[in-house]
């Protein structure tokens, strides 16, 4: 009785449904839906960039100026980040700055802003994209392998086995892994270049500390939701067709892994943008990780800020990304923002 | 019901080696720096050595001893992470609470800001506090507890919202508690196990992100070091003492792995239905047997005992016989074990569980081996109970219900549609071709058990075995489904092994009633004897108590059909 109550109310339309015009395309929605979270993300990053300067305790010119500067030095500085203007008026240039993609000066190198972030951009996005890539390839197969392998308590080794390994492989953080990948692979062996972009080997060591840690996670949370497929009633119906291995698991369990799977993956990717700044300092990897800590150690102020932004709307556009493949694989994800398996 | 926690053990070796290790961390920090703060911290001659008896590790490029070091930088780092975890954890009960306890209104606004902080790396928000605040410990402290702050407030405001519909907060509502109260007194008690196993987490997390803060260089600062620091202070000297690396490492992966195995122990044990029984199964060898002379059945089960491994007996020793176009129906209450020797002659245990007989067959074809594939998809057609679940969400239904067409026919994809749509057809479905292109979601339950019997005989089997196939249904749907099931056996005269806990349903469409409770046949009726109300054993006798007088049938239009369609 439960389940066709259950039923019944998937069937029915969402609560909110029919607010926006019932005449739209539901891809029209879904579109509008998401271009209006991306404009809230930006708002609110504007907002909260912007905030780092006035929120800066005591005489924000002051601490930018740095230790030991000078009165004249102090108000050079308070008029370089227009802090003599009121908090609104400071507001708004910064916000037109920022549609105009003029988002200032460094302090220490006089270079633009913009240019910073779109010279540095390439190498972060390189490192984390290799990485998010290898990452599912690696993923995705051993974690459904290692769950229809153990299915029903057969392999206890494997499960155990999987479980230690991948446990303590994740709690090794990326930073550490780097550090580890470099002594082994570069210093003792030489098989790679320790620090530095400048060949195309140096992706190697970077691109593997960045790996390990999210593949044993994502590998994880695949398992185990392989193992809650497995015991789904539709998957019993292809075995009761005699579909075969091959057809059953592709066709019956790994489309109903992917929406859990990437909502997940989804988080755990957009963390990587967080890894890829840590592990930049491993490799002196010249991507945005390794400028905003050094902008942050040298009060560099626009930098900080453009870089802060560049980074949230990266965020931003890989949680979106992953709605509209996931809405792509799967219309019925089109209603609503959060996804249930 | 929750299970008793004290029947499980507490103490498992993942518990004892995450505790130990915490144990000795704990007092490493208290007792390394008073110790070793001497070796770790004086400038000596003996730069850059390698590990030797006096210096485990070796000495760094100012003579420091790098074990030492390593050790005493434990404190801090201890106490870094358990000032950002506490922020997390205190702040995000906090705040979790304080959204169940305001009005919907603001309740959804926050959660739904929530969920969009959460989606966003931590380390982002920890960058901007950072940026605030210069470069210190307390700075990362700071940083990392605030940015834990989202993630904990929207797991305790979803489990208060959970916790808050038991039945003590309802009650303590109606008894004039004041909300306050009953958060803090009723319901984060009751929270308390699920925010432990969480705040492991945010331990753990805490503790990799602070050394991170470190290592970048945005925490701890010279001449004070902890894990982190270290770590980057070992990348200076990476050629000449490529050791110096070991002893942070090491440290921040124990401490880590530490917290993780309590919290995964914790969570264990929270959780019983992580462990699972084991059954070694082995096939047999034959694919076929022969029927001994003069048994003329199609299915024979003989001794047929099924059970959870180590665990009790489920079904004990039941045996019967289907003949061609004969209709047995399996019958009995719940957890009588019916449903689980239908599955058994379908071919379809579930893994877990540990089945013999001394015959299990279908034709000429060995269940209890593994049987030609495809002759068993084409030979059984199976029905299950909950349309609701049986096919593939992902998938439209033509590809599903066409799948034995096509992998065991060999059929082309659209010869496969167009025969399916035909057999869609034949059982009342309208626009048989549109729904071939829908959704499984966007059939009815009474629609998509029909399609799931007209895929069943588009092979025309020998058999069709059918687990309470209405059982699932509303009582005007059910009447349409078991419409079909008389069809087949008028016309195509397919032999059924259906199985019901309703006598009525089955009364008038079975040969052979077979009554199970407690995982035996009890007894066995012809369907004269059962319309003759000719039963002996008292459970029958109660089974058939439980049927609806059919006679006073109420005048209710929607009743009344279905009565007329099972008495006829």
Redesign the interface.
């Known amino acids: 009785?439960t389940?066709?109550i259950?039923?019944e109310a998937?069937?029915a339309p969402g609560p909110r449904a029919g607010r926006r015009g019932p005449g739209l395309h539901p891809w029209v929605r879904f579109g509008l839906r998401r271009l209006g979270?991306l404009l809230?993300?930006f708002a609110v990053l504007t907002i909260?960039?912007f905030l780092?300067v006035p929120?800066?305790?005591g005489d924000p010119a002051a601490?930018a100026a740095g230790d030991g500067a000078s009165a004249a030095q102090i108000d050079r500085m308070r008029q370089e980040l227009g802090l003599e203007q009121p908090l609104l008026i400071q507001f708004v240039d910064y916000f037109r700055g920022i549609i105009t993609l003029d988002l200032g000066t460094s302090f220490i190198s006089g270079e633009e802003v913009s240019h910073v972030i779109f010279s540095r951009f390439p190498f972060t996005a390189q490192i984390a994209l290799l990485a998010i890539v290898l990452v599912l390839v690696i993923a995705v197969p051993a974690g459904m392998g290692v769950a229809i392998l153990t299915?029903?308590?057969?392999l206890?080794w494997l499960d155990h086995g999987f479980n230690v390994v991948t446990?303590?492989i994740?709690?090794?953080?990326q930073?550490?892994m780097g550090?580890?990948l470099?002594?082994v692979f570069a210093?003792?062996l030489g098989w790679f270049p320790?620090a530095g972009a400048a060949t195309l080997d140096s992706l190697v060591l970077p691109t593997a500390g960045l790996m390990f840690g999210p593949a044993c996670v994502i590998a994880r949370v695949v398992r185990r939701e392989t193992a809650v497929v497995l015991d789904?009633?539709?998957v019993?119906?292809?075995?009761?067709?005699?579909?075969?291995a091959a057809?059953t698991h592709l066709?019956?369990v790994l489309?109903?892994l992917?929406t859990t799977t990437l909502t997940l993956s989804?988080?755990i990717l957009?963390?990587?943008?967080?890894?890829a700044?840590?592990i930049e300092?491993?490799f002196a990897w010249p991507g945005l990780?390794q400028g905003?800590?050094n902008a942050?150690?040298q009060r560099d102020?626009p930098v900080?800020r453009g870089i802060?932004l560049v980074?949230?709307l990266l965020?931003t556009l890989i949680?979106i990304l992953v709605d509209v493949v996931l809405a792509v694989?799967?219309p019925?994800n089109l209603g609503g923002?959060?996804h249930d398996a | 019901m929750m299970p008793s926690p004290l029947t499980r053990r507490f103490w498992s070796p993942t518990m004892t080696a995450g505790v130990l290790i915490l144990a000795a961390l704990v007092l490493t920090a208290l007792f390394a720096p008073p110790l070793l703060r001497a070796d770790a911290d004086t400038l000596t001659g003996d730069a850059a050595l390698g590990p030797g008896p006096g210096h485990w590790l070796g000495t760094d490029d100012f003579g420091r001893d790098v074990l030492a070091r390593a050790l005493t930088a434990t404190r801090l780092t201890l106490a870094m992470t358990a000032g950002a975890a506490g922020i997390s954890v205190f702040a995000g009960t906090a705040i979790g609470l304080a959204i169940w306890l305001s009005t919907q209104r603001v309740r959804e606004a926050a959660l739904r800001l929530l969920?969009?902080a959460?989606?966003?790396?931590?380390?982002?928000f920890a960058?901007?506090i950072?940026?605030?605040?210069?470069?210190s410990p307390t700075s990362a402290v700071l940083a990392i507890g605030i940015s834990g702050i989202p993630s904990f407030a929207r797991i305790t405001a979803n489990l208060a919202s959970s916790v808050s519909h038991s039945d003590y907060v309802v009650t303590a509502r109606l008894l004039g508690v004041s909300p306050l109260r009953i958060a803090l007194r009723h319901m984060l008690p009751n929270m308390a196990e699920p925010l432990l196993i969480l705040s492991a987490t945010v331990f753990?997390l805490a503790l990799?992100e602070i050394?991170?803060l470190s290592?970048?260089?945005?925490g701890v600062q010279s001449p004070d070091y902890d894990f982190g620091r270290l770590?980057?202070d070992?990348?200076d000297s990476?050629?000449t003492q490529?050791l110096t690396?070991v002893g942070p490492?090491a440290m921040?992966?124990l401490t880590?792995?530490s917290i993780?195995l309590v919290g995964?122990a914790m969570a264990a044990h929270a959780d019983p239905r992580g462990q699972?029984?084991?059954?070694?199964r082995k096939p047999e060898r034959n694919q076929t047997v022969a029927a001994p002379a003069g048994d003329t059945a199609l299915v024979r089960v003989e001794n047929l005992r099924i059970s959870l491994p180590g665990g009790p007996e489920l079904v004990k020793g039941v045996s019967f016989g289907i003949e061609p176009g004969e209709v047995v129906a399996l019958v009995g209450e719940s957890g009588s074990g019916k449903s689980l020797t239908a599955m058994c002659v379908?071919g379809?245990p579930?893994?877990?569980l540990d089945v013999r007989a001394d015959t299990l067959r279908i034709g000429d074809m060995n269940l209890l081996a593994r049987p030609n594939?495809?002759r068993?998809?084409q030979d059984v057609g199976?029905i299950?109970q909950?349309p609701?679940?049986?096919?593939?969400?992902?998938?439209r239904l033509g590809?599903?219900l066409t799948?034995?067409l096509r992998?065991?026919l060999k059929m082309g994809r659209r010869q496969a549609r167009r025969r399916m749509a035909e057999a869609l057809a034949s059982v009342e479905i309208t626009q048989p071709q549109q729904r071939l292109r829908q959704?499984p979601?966007?059939l009815s339950?009474g629609m998509r058990q029909r399609a799931m019997i007209a895929a069943s005989m588009a092979t025309k089997p020998k058999l069709l075995i059918a687990d309470e196939p209405t059982t699932?249904?509303?009582v005007t749907v059910q009447a349409e489904v078991l419409r079909q099931f008389r069809r087949i056996h008028r016309h195509e005269g397919t032999a059924m092994l259906f199985i019901s806990h309703d006598l009525a349903v089955v009364e008038e469409l079975c040969d052979t009633v077979l009554v199970m409770r407690h995982g035996q046949i009890v007894e066995r009726l012809t369907a004269a004897q059962l319309r003759q109300r000719e039963v002996t054993h008292p459970y029958t006798r109660s089974l058939l108590a439980a049927i609806p007088a059919l006679d006073l049938a109420p005048a209710t239009v929607g009743a009344g059909t279905i009565f007329q369609e099972g008495t006829q």
Do not use: C
């Open positions: 009785m389940a066709t259950a039923t998937k069937r979270g809230l993300s909260v960039t780092i929120l800066i305790p601490v299915r029903g308590g057969r206890p446990g303590f994740y709690a090794v953080p930073y550490v550090t580890l470099v002594v210093v003792t320790a789904k009633d539709y019993r119906t292809a075995r009761g067709w005699r579909l075969g057809r066709r019956y489309p109903n992917i989804g988080l957009a963390a990587q943008l967080g890894g700044v840590v300092t491993v990780g905003i800590v942050i150690l102020y900080i802060i980074l949230g965020a949680i694989l799967d019925r923002g959060s | 969920e969009t959460v989606a966003y790396p931590s380390l982002i960058l901007v950072a940026a605030i605040l210069e470069p753990a990799v050394s991170a290592f970048i260089g945005l770590l980057n070992s990348l990476l050629y490529p690396t490492s921040i992966v880590g792995l993780m995964d699972r029984r084991r059954a070694v379908a379809l579930s893994d877990e594939r495809s068993l998809a199976i299950y909950d609701g679940s049986t096919f593939n969400p992902s998938l590809g599903q799948e034995v992998t065991h959704h979601h966007e339950g699932a249904l509303d």
